[in-house]
């Protein structure tokens, strides 16, 4: 039905199912209130407090703020606080100005990895290494993000950079599969993976790739 739409809207595009790069699935927490059918629940977020442990659930993305600021009131009762947390506050610092190794990148570049690493930013391109602050394929990524993601993103295993930290497999054909090796040069070191590790690390991702994210998962 996405390809349908897609079709409709954009006709000259001409998009097509052989255009699919990955497929993923993902699942809505709702509360059980006792529906017959999963669907007819509410989307309405909670907050509950277990033995000092704060949990939040249900709610939907677009209401990410409030439910945020439903999270940070509770919070901020448990340690004694009265204010309650306004939805529209402003939480985050300004962009960082772009000086340095910013002032290189093209603009484009520049917005994207500021808005995805805020005042992260700077640390991440004085870790990159010759080349790394080249564009992967036709991506908005850098090759910098993976370094910084083996060196800061508490992994465990390839695919944690691939499908959740930097995403690459996702939007790239065969899960960026051709990049393999590059991305090995950039992150094995940074890991600390022997050859065997990375060996056996690049074979789970492959498996898990085909199984779940390839535009024919073996479900």
Known sequence: YILEGI?????????????IV???AGLRPVINTGKAHPSDESRAHAVLEENGLLTITGGKYTIFRRMAADVLTHASRMIGGKEKVASKKRFFASLPASSGEQSKLPPDTNLYLAGR???DLPALLSAAEEGETERVGD???????LRWAARCGGIVHLDDIL??????GLTLPAGG???????????????GWD???WNAEEKRYKRIWKECY???PTW
């Open 7 to 19: 079709q409709f809207t954009f006709p000259g595009a001409r998009v097509t199912r052989e255009d």
């Open 22 to 24: 990955s497929t993923f």
């Open 117 to 119: 690493y805020g005042n």
């Open 139 to 145: 991506l908005p990524n850098i090759w910098a993000e």
């Open 163 to 168: 499908l959740r930290r930097v995403r690459l």
């Open 177 to 191: 599969e051709e990049f393999l090796p590059h991305i090995r040069g950039v992150i094995q070191a940074e890991l």
């Open 195 to 197: 050859d065997a590790h």
């Open 214 to 216: 390839s535009p024919s």
